[in-house]
């Protein structure tokens, strides 16, 4: 390890495609709930497709920056609104909530993800930080990390740069001692980098870096590529 990763005590990693593939979940997860909805509250999926379900709860999204940041919220006020014009008890949304909950977290970390983090994490303590709403305790990784954060807790999303100081104070470890590792040039690489952390792009695809936004300090394609360069 040398030069600019010398000061890192600290690595925080993205969830959502940087160490398990997002959309394959996701579609699983608003298929059963969907279904769920289908036999629960018929007259209500009689009027809206997935597809309009999802338009409203963007909708919803805008209308209510407060809670923008908290997809379960938003998903769960959505589907209130919704269960209330078709005449069903609003309960149902919390019900439907937890079907897709359940569904969100069964996630599957990329092949060399639970090695690559069992190899840092006696050299480093590890911190997820993520906009998503899966819970990680109820996740193939629920062991893999000393602190765990979610957008909603912290109270809004990256790149707004709570969920990195919250993870400072929870830590007790500076910021200046951090190494920042995601996907997303602009919520994880750019917003990192603006708070002085060390940043990793993780470019699974092979990608084209989004100029003119400065590279981050190392790309990687994988977990393991990052364990070689911080522990050889
Ligand atoms: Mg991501």
């Avoid at 470019?203 to 300090?217: F, I």
Wanted: hydrophobic share 40%; charged share 25%.
């Amino acid at each position: 390890m040398t030069g600019v990763f010398e000061h890192v005590r600290l690595i925080c990693f993205d969830l959502d495609d940087t160490l398990w593939p997002c959309h394959p979940v996701i579609h699983a997860a608003e298929v059963e709930c969907y279904a769920w909805l289908d036999r629960q509250a018929p007259r209500l999926t009689a009027c809206y497709t997935p597809e309009q379900l999802r338009e409203h709860r963007i909708a919803l999204g805008h209308a209510r920056p407060d809670i923008a940041h908290d997809l379960t919220e938003v998903r769960l006020r959505s589907l209130e609104t919704l269960l209330a014009e078709h005449g069903y008890n609003v309960d149902l949304a919390h019900a439907a909530s937890d079907v897709f909950r359940a569904a969100r977290n069964r996630v599957t970390p990329y092949a060399e993800v639970i090695g690559a983090l069992a190899e840092l994490r006696p050299r480093y303590t590890l911190v997820s930080v993520t906009n998503g709403n899966s819970q990680i305790e109820h996740t193939p990784l629920r062991a893999s990390f000393d602190h765990s954060l979610t957008a909603a807790e912290v109270g809004a999303a990256k790149p707004d740069p709570a969920i990195f100081q919250v993870a400072s104070q929870r830590s007790g470890i500076p910021l200046d001692a951090f190494l920042h590792v995601g996907d997303d040039p602009l919520r994880d690489v750019q917003a990192a980098r603006d708070l002085g952390l060390t940043t990793v792009w993780v470019n699974r695809e092979a990608n084209d870096w989004p100029d003119p936004l400065p590279r981050a300090d190392l790309e990687v394609a994988d977990i393991n590529r990052l364990v070689e360069r911080m522990i050889g």
